[in-house]
Structure formats: C-alpha cells, structure tokens
C-alpha cells in the first residue's frame, strides 16, 4: 500500500540520517505499523553502527533497511526535506483514515435515525478535518 512505501522510506531515511527521528512526535509512532514502529525506536535509541540484543525478525529488518539506504541515492542535503514530507504525507493519510471511519458512521447512525450520534459524529468529523487541513499546511 502507499502508506507501506511511504513507512519503509521513511526508515530509509532515518537509517541515512538518524538525527531526523527528532522531528516525529511521540503520537507519529502510532501512526506506524507496529515493525515500523520498533525499527525507528531501536534507530532512535541504538543509532545505525551496531546491532545488538535484538531478535532475529528486527536484526533482518533493520539489515534490509541499511542495504535499502546504501541503494537509495538521495542527496545529503535534500534528506531531512525528504524526511519531513513523507512524515507528512503519513499524517495526512492517517487523518484521511480517520475521516473515512468516520464517514461511515455517520452512515450507520443516519440509517438508525440517531440524530444524537449524528450530531456528535458530524462534531468529531468536523474537527479531523480541521486537522488535516492543518496537516496540509505543515
């Protein structure tokens, strides 16, 4: 899926240039799978010299990466941008998700003539769109 690329690119950029795992937010860790999710902790916290004390799974995940960061040509100066947009387009497809669940909801609360729920949906609706608009000026 898009997201999966945009995840495995995001590692490759992390294993090209560590100091970029400063810029996600603890909540961006949810937005992750849950192998993406201990690969960029074990980055953040190990760095990208050695791998140690980890289990076979995250040892050939994280040697997969570092040969997929050795292929991946990208200028070292073009690498935080890098980094940062496809962050962003993680976050915007997450509230994209979140909208879309939403959505179908409202759906089922329509049918059921809930207008309470209706309501209370449209609200949440609402607001995670606000937000994704301001994921879209980040």
Not at 74 to 80: A, E, L
Not at 85 to 104: D, T, W
């Amino acid at each position: 899926t898009r997201k999966e690329l945009l995840e495995e690119y995001l590692v490759v950029l992390a294993v090209k240039s560590p100091e970029n795992i400063n810029l996600l937010k603890e909540e961006d860790f949810n937005l992750f799978s849950i192998q993406i999710s201990r690969l960029i902790d074990y980055i953040k916290k190990k760095g990208v010299d050695f791998i140690d004390d980890v289990s076979t799974e995250l040892k050939d995940a994280l040697n997969y990466f570092f040969l997929k960061a050795e292929i991946e040509e990208i200028k070292d100066n073009k690498i935080r941008e890098e980094f940062e947009n496809c962050l962003g387009e993680i976050r915007k497809l997450a509230v994209r998700e979140e909208l879309n669940i939403i959505s179908q909801e409202i759906k089922k609360a329509e049918q059921k003539k809930d207008i309470g729920k209706v309501n209370k949906l449209v609200k949440k609706f609402n607001q995670s769109s606000k937000l994704r608009g301001e994921a879209e000026i980040d």
